[in-house]
């Protein structure tokens, strides 16, 4: 057992963390601060037009006596990847976890989906989150040792009520990207585990719905525990265990967050 017993498998203290998708508003910048309160130092990504908005990340990992980062891709580019993970590795030395949040939404049916509207969740969803994987991973692979949380979704295994195929397909696809590259680099000491979330409020993508509480009750009473996800605890926590010790034997696992609705 790591020193300091069980409270001691959760202490993220020495690590660097890169997190996605960590602008305020979104999935990672909850990762980002709960990843800080256990000590990780962290550091928060995501697309060059919200890089400004970054700062606030990084000033809430900061309130946890962390040292906090910032670095702006765009993650369907592989030379804008590349470069991202050579800042990240110049400026902290290490990448030990990476929290791959970065992700896009089209709500729209397959006879209005154009072949590039397909593309581009694709490209976002699955291809970026291979490209930064692979980028990250290279030095885990080299140091024997690293954890990687990649982001699918309860609508992997289940689909909605409103037509979405490119993101279905493309959350369907990150979950056995994960589970192949668990079996890529297991042998090295690196686990690749992935988070599927269900509802989770309030987000960037579930802020529209405060002015529709009964949509918010409907999404709640498909639940199990009869609520929505809270990202600060319920997505935060999960973060937390699959980058610490608690985890090290877990991985190629896809992990539902949704309070029991994939059980349905």
Known sequence: MTAGGPRGLFDLGGRVALVTGAAPGGLGHHSAVGLARHGAEVVAADV??????????????REH????????????????????????????????????????????????????????????NLTGTWLVARAAARGMVDRGAGAIITTSSVYASIVGPVPEPAYYASKAGVANLTRGLAAEWGGAGVTVNCLAPGVFFPTQMTQPLADDPDRLEHFAQR?????????????????VWLASDAARYVTGQVIYIDGGWSAW
């Open 48 to 61: 060059p037009a919200r890089a400004g908005e970054l700062q606030a990340t990084a000033d809430a990992v």
């Open 65 to 124: 006596g962390a040292v906090a980062g910032t670095v702006a891709f765009d993650v369907t580019s592989e030379e804008a990847v590349e470069a991202a993970i050579a800042q990240v590795l110049e400026r902290h030395g290490r990448i030990d976890v990476l929290v791959h949040h970065a992700g896009v939404m089209m709500r729209r049916p397959s006879f209005e989906t154009d072949v590039a509207d397909w593309q581009r969740v694709i490209d976002v």
């Open 223 to 239: 639940t199990l525990l009869g609520r929505l996800g809270e990202p600060a605890t319920d997505l935060a926590g999960a973060v």
